[in-house]
């Protein structure tokens, strides 16, 4: 995947905040004190969200089967009717009006917007309408955090002839992340990170996950969320934590922080 770069990622501190569609229906008064503190700190915010639950119950509505191949959302031409227009015209809108309500200054952004997820097919056979991101426009993103507005990010990437496309939430994140120098990408699940032994753990680095996963103590969901934040992390971003709404949980660097 090609880019546009960030003329502003090294001069800026920057974190993305992947939310994910469970956590976009309750987000607590903690989450918006810590995210005002991290605007404090000195950090450009952008955010990015999915929005299944949303997206499950219109599809059940209208009778839409759906289902997923190796955590991809098939995506018939039926189904990316439902996805965009439940991301882009209920799920974005939503959040952006209690960011906003929060006193955070933030505007709803897609794919399409000033070209800012520019797509090709991933997979048409296999996957139907969802997309693999082959270039990020971040002047947009250069412009709003410059002016301390919040961008918030659906996730629905535009083909060049037009198409909205579905793409995996943690997807758009950590490609965003990246395009944009990132410093942190936050990814807000429904539980306080990586639990080992009834604890959660504050550090984590890719060698203890793997042997974690060996030994059976992360199992389930977790599982491929921790190796797509190990992915991430190879690919450049310094720091991947996998948080709750309270915007805390586990640090994973692929050196053990100083405690």
Same mark, same amino acid.
């Given at each position: ?17 992947k939310l994910g569609g469970s956590t976009l229906e ?23 969200? *999915?929005? +299944?639950?949303? !997206? #499950? ?5 209208? %009778? =839409? ?54 797509c090709e097919l991933l997979d048409y056979e296999t ?34 002839? *037009?198409? +909205?496309?579905? !793409? #995996? ?5 950590? %490609? =965003? ?6 410093e942190r990408l936050l990814l807000v699940t429904d ?69």
């Open positions: 995947m090609t880019t546009s770069k960030s003329t502003q990622a090294t001069a800026h501190k920057r974190i993305v905040i309750g987000l607590n008064d903690a989450f918006f004190s810590n995210f005002k503190t991290l605007q404090e700190e000195g950090y450009e915010v952008i955010i990015t969200h *999915g929005g +299944g639950p949303a !997206i #499950n119950r219109e599809l059940e509505k209208r %009778e =839409i089967p759906t289902e997923k191949i190796n955590g991809i959302r098939v995506t018939n031409e039926e189904a990316i009717e439902v996805v965009q227009s439940t991301l882009v015209g209920l799920v974005n809108p939503m959040l952006v009006h209690d960011l906003n309500r929060a006193g955070i200054h933030a505007i709803g952004l897609n794919g399409f917007d000033m070209n800012l997820l520019q996957y139907g309408y969802v997309g693999e991101i082959k270039k990020i426009n971040t002047h947009i993103i250069d412009i709003l955090t410059a002016n301390q507005i919040v961008p918030v990010v659906s996730c629905i990437g535009a083909s060049e002839e *037009g198409q +909205g496309l579905n !793409i #995996n939430g943690d997807t758009v994140a950590s %490609e =965003i992340a990246l395009a944009v120098g990132a539980v306080s990170g990586i639990r080992i032994g009834g604890e959660y753990q504050k550090q984590a680095t890719p060698e203890q996950i793997h042997q974690w996963i060996e030994e059976g103590e992360i199992t389930g969901g977790m599982i491929p969320k921790v190796e797509g934040a190990i992915r991430v992390l190879n690919a450049g971003i310094p720091k991947v934590e996998i948080v709750d709404d309270t915007l805390t949980g586990t640090t994973i660097t692929s050196k053990e922080l100083v405690k």
